[in-house]
């Protein structure tokens, strides 16, 4: 099983990024899937989370309105588009697989798999 994400770097505030994770070892359309960021010092949060058909999202009220989470079955990745980038989204970001995403929230499961992370720094 491997999650590899990648598209992270250095940008400035009010700009763009996109995230993608690679997933292979798995059957990717079966399961949730979602982005956490951990800042340093700082315990790691839930950003967004994506059911399997795609048909359920939910967003950290932080990012609402600024990071859209997809996914592509066929491809088996999952995406992060962030817009409007603050300083306080700095942070490493990681995919995982979940239990479950509703447009309330998500929940772990047991065996969760997660990527290596991101590195996303936002600074002028």
């Known amino acids: 099983v491997q999650l590899q994400a990648s598209g992270g770097g250095l940008v400035q505030p009010g700009r763009s990024l996109r995230l993608s994770c690679a997933a292979s070892?798995?059957?990717?359309?079966?399961?949730?899937m979602g982005w956490f960021r951990q800042a340093p010092g700082q315990e790691r949060e839930g950003v967004a989370c994506i059911s399997a058909s795609a048909g359920s999202t939910y967003y950290a009220d932080s990012v609402k309105g600024r990071f859209t989470i997809s996914r592509d079955n066929a491809k088996s990745t999952l995406y992060l588009q962030m817009d409007s980038l603050k300083t306080e989204d700095t942070a490493v970001y990681y995919c995982a697989t979940l239990g479950w995403c509703r447009n309330y929230g998500l929940a772990h499961a047991h065996d969760d798999y997660w990527g290596q992370g991101t590195e996303v720094t936002v600074s002028s």
């Open positions: 070892g798995f059957t990717f359309p079966n399961f949730a």
